[in-house]
Structure formats: C-alpha cells, structure tokens
C-alpha cells in the first residue's frame, strides 16, 4: 500500500512516499527537502510574510509533480503544517492559497499531535528491543517549536510542545554573526527555564531518540559526511560531549564558515544550526542524558502510519 506525506515546518517541507505495511512497518520509496523557511518573521511579526509563502507553494507544486508523474497509484497525500502555520495571524490565508494552488488540503496539527505524529515516526525507523519494554524521550527539534514525547512500548504517556525552536531563537537571540557570549547566554537561559517549567516523569533507563534537521545534521557532521545519507543516520548514538563540542566550534564562526565546512549539510540550515545544537543539549541537560538515538522518522512518517 503506498501512501504519501508532506510536513510544512518553520524551515523545511518534507515530502515521504513510502509503502505501508502490516505491523506499523514503513518502507520508504522516495523522500524530498526543500527548505523555504516559512516562519521567517514569524515569532515578531506574527505573520507569514508573501515571499515565504510562495517558496513553500513553489516546494508543493514540485512535489505534486513527482507524486503525479512517479507515484500515481499512491494516495493523496496527508499534508501536515506545525508552528510556523499555528502562529500566524494569516494562517487561513495561507491554508487557503495553499488550497487554491496545489488542491492539497492542510491538516494543522496542535502541538500535542505533532508530539504524538512525530513520536510514532521517529520509532518506525529505528531498531526496538526484542525483549523488555521499550522506553523513550523523544525529542524534535523545529523551527518554531520543539516537542518532547515519553512513549512506552508503543502507548503515549506525556507529551508536550514547547514554543522554542532554531528559526524562533535564531531571530530572538543570536542577531549577530558570530553571536556574542551575552546572546548566546540568554539563548541558553531561556531554554533551561523553558524545559525546567514542565515536569516529565524521568528515569536512567528511558532512551532518547532525536529527531529533525538539527539532529540529523549534528549526525552527519559527527560521521564526517560529505552528503546526507538517510540510510546510515537511523540509529547513530551522539554523545553530549559531541553536542558540546560542535557548538562551542560553531559559536565562535560566521555562518558562512560554517557553511563553507559543511556546505552540503548545511545548506539552507546553517544560519540557525547553533540555535538548534543549544536547544538539543538543553535537553540533555535537563533529562540527565550522556547519549542518543538519532532517527530519520518525523511527522510524515507518523502521518503514514495514522492514515487508512
């Protein structure tokens, strides 16, 4: 059976056509970025602004295309939209260009089922335990907003949406190339306070499991990639000391140093990597981890999984 599926993030659309199995197994066939950054300006202005509305419409009629000529026999595909869409003042008007244009229908997802999509995604593409009861922290890093999920075997036990995100603080806090250590310290402040004011039950044994951009892309650079490759990013384990050590690289960098280190990377993501690595090891600070899981799963994944 083969379904399709597009997120609309704060920076990314994400396409995934993939065969559905039996079991909550998912196959994937062909999956496409494009990086359009729709939440620029958000956060202040609480408005999608034109121009970033016509690069994600410009990334769906490509995918359209594909999904036509390619994929005729796959469904029409579950188009999701996160953060950037449920700030937005002119959110409606975006869901109904995006109607008009394309003829897909937006499904805006509240941050509870973004946690819970993306949770179910990011499970499908790494390796569980045979035996014993499966217990995670799954964390997912956006643009605009970050969801933390505590699944156990495959039940949902807490989940929650935290309105921090590498576009959102990139354009809140680090406002200078490099930042200055006074941003980056009030970056990291507001993280801690925002992870300390919602409690999660938390034991030694849970296992974290990153998704998104900013941890996929911490991957490959740690893997000294060249180029992305899905395939050999599901179940790498990144240490904190790994985290720790990239940031404090890239803190001292311009983004287009960064951008020359790892140009295929970090294409499209580099101005807002540093924002997004600090939210990430805020995370390993709060819940006490020394590792985890990276998995290429994601809301569209989820999305696959919970449509019939």
Known sequence: MIRSAIDIGTNSVLLLVA?????????????????PRLGKGVDAQKMINEASMNRVIEALMEYKEILDSSY??????????????????????FILNVKQQTGFDIRLLSGKEEAKWTAAGALSMIEKPTTGRGEYLILDIGGGSTEVAHVRDQYMVDKYSFDMGSVRFTERFLRL???????????????????RNRFFHNNSYFRAVGVAGTVTSLAAIVMEMDMFVVEEINDVIIGRDEIRDVIQRFSKMRTDEILKEHPNILKGRADIILAGLMILDGFMERFERKELTVSTGGIRHGAILNTK
Do not use: W, Y
């Open 19 to 35: 065969e559905k199995r039996s079991g909550g197994i998912i196959l994937p066939l062909h999956e496409e970025q494009r990086l």
């Open 72 to 93: 005729p026999e796959a469904a029409k595909p579950v188009v999701t939209a996160t953060s950037a869409v449920r700030d937005a003042l002119n959110r409606d008007e």
């Open 177 to 195: 190339d490099p930042p200055t250590e006074d941003e980056i310290k009030a970056c990291r402040g507001l993280i801690k306070t925002m992870f």
